[in-house]
């Protein structure tokens, strides 16, 4: 049953009792019959009147709820199709006032939803376009006259994130692009001249085009200044080492290098001018002393020959450096000669250290090996002996181990240039071999050395008899100027077989009788049986003096 009959049977009930309380008030107060029934048919028209006039209007409001609902069906689908969602479905049973109020609802969501993402859009692409300028990429594509889907927008997001940090990125490398270009015209001195200097340098930053190309073209910019930079820096030091250079060999007084000490460092081009008139000055001094200048450089030419080992040949092939004939062109030969010296010794600057290194442990070793054999070195107090000893110990340990690492590194090199490492003129294991040999055959002479002297000492002991040694006593011993020592050879035991006896004033020497000699080399093994007495000493530097003198031709004989 449609709604309208419902409230027009309700209506029709409650009029019939309205109507019966009427007639019955009616009755009550005695109005009669004909009055009662002319006034029901009144009532009753009225209340039909009432009744269609009500039916009418919920008709009409059905009417306007189906249109309603209708218009509002149709802009939700058009809604949802451009949101690109679900279109809307009731669920379940509802009225038609409530289905026309929940479409209502849907169609001002969907508007609402609408209107933002449309913002959201020109948001972005405002951003987008703002952006891209900066850094004069293309826009981002997409349609400005539909409604972006959620998809499209959270894209179009990233893509706006990621030209933010793009222009970050380029902004912070411009700008460190840009301090580093300020820095060298300053050094340089150079103002900028073209247009795309003074907009990096004079104009505002956030102004400057971001594009790839002309972060490519400041990175060329800057690199072409650091070129420059650093040519005037080689040339500056360059002039720097000349101007030292001519200091040592004009030997330059202190005082006067301090008057160009402040432009001794730095690299613009005011410094650059100043080291030039210095160079030029101290040129014109070097010709005005030209004897002076190439002797200094001998002593550096020298050096070098000492510090890469020259042999003696190899130093007399330059024969300039014996030349007296001080010219010009001399001096040109010392310099072309120094310069290569430099870089000879440069380029086998780790061999040459090595070798020195070499060197100097040898000349340690062969003082060591001195002082071993010396024997004086006993008496040393300090614990000087242990100390040497240690060291003579690990050196002995430490230099066959530099032989080998220098013998390996010298023939990685000979391998790679093809020709052999010379040292003193000859090859640096023929040099370390020579060395050991000649060493070896030091050690052998000293020892025959050693075996001569101990022979011609047993000798004499056999023919004159030995000098006994008192041991020396601590502390000041008086002496006694003038006192003749009285020799008693009467006191002597007979059991001194091997014992010599010579008069102090006798010009005779008498030899002690000796069945033979004892072996070469060796000490004799003398016995004394002294009685109480001192031992009068036989033989004494100056003692006996006559005697030798006119005894000669004996002695002579004997040695002989």
Known sequence: MRRS?????????????????????????????????????????????????????????????????????????TLCSELNVEPFHEEGETTILQLEK???????????????????????????????????????????????????????????????ETKASRREEFVNIKRQIILCMEELEHTPDTSFERDVVCEDEEAFCLSLENIATLQKLLRQLEVRKSQNEAVCEGLRAQIRELWDRLQIPAEERE?????????????????????????????????????????????????????????????????????????????AEIVRLRNYYEVHKELFEGVQKWEESWRLFLEFERKASDPSRFTNRGGNLLKEEKQRAKLQKTLPKLEEELKARIEMWEREHSKAFVVNGQKFMEYVTEQWEMHQLEKERAKQERQLKNKKQTETEMLYGSTPRTPKRRGPTPSTPGKVRKLNTTTMSNATANSSI???????????????????????????????????????????????????????GMFN
């Not at 972005?124 to 981002?140: A, F, G, K, R, S």
């Open 502 to 556: 010579r008069p102090v004033f006798s010009g005779t020497v008498y030899r002690s009788p000796v069945s033979r000699l004892p072996p070469s080399g060796s000490k004799p093994v003398i016995t004394s049986t002294c009685s109480g007495k001192k031992t009068p000493r036989a033989v004494k530097h100056g003692a006996n003096k006559e005697n030798l003198e006119l005894n000669g031709s004996i002695l002579s």
């Open 259 to 335: 008057a160009v000490a402040t432009v001794m460092t730095g690299s613009k081009a005011k410094v650059r001018k100043a080291l030039q008139l210095e160079v030029d000055r101290l040129e014109e001094l070097k010709m005005q002393n030209m004897k002076k200048v190439i002797e200094a450089i001998r002593v550096e030419v020298a050096q070098y020959w000492d510090r890469c080992f020259y042999s003696q040949e190899q130093r007399q092939a330059f024969a300039a450096y014996y030349s007296e004939d001080y010219t010009e062109n001399l001096l040109q030969l010392h310099d």
């Open 5 to 77: 009959e419902v409230l027009a049977e309700e209506s029709i009930v409650c009029l019939q009792k309205a109507l019966n309380h009427l007639r019955e008030i009616w009755e009550l107060i005695g109005i009669p019959e004909d009055q009662r029934l002319q006034r029901t048919e009144v009532v009753k028209k009225h209340i039909k009147d009432l009744l269609d006039m009500m039916i009418a209007e919920e008709e009409s409001l059905k009417e306007r709820l189906i249109k309603s609902i209708a218009v509002c069906q149709k802009e939700l689908n």
């Open 102 to 164: 929940d479409l209502r609802t849907q169609v001002e969501l969907r508007r609402k939803q609408k209107k933002e993402r449309k913002q959201e859009l020109k948001i972005l692409q405002e951003q987008d376009q703002e952006l891209c300028e900066i850094l004069c990429m293309p826009h981002y594509e997409i349609d400005s006259t539909s409604v972006p889907s959620l998809e499209e927008l959270n894209q179009f997001r990233q893509h706006v994130a990621t030209l933010r």
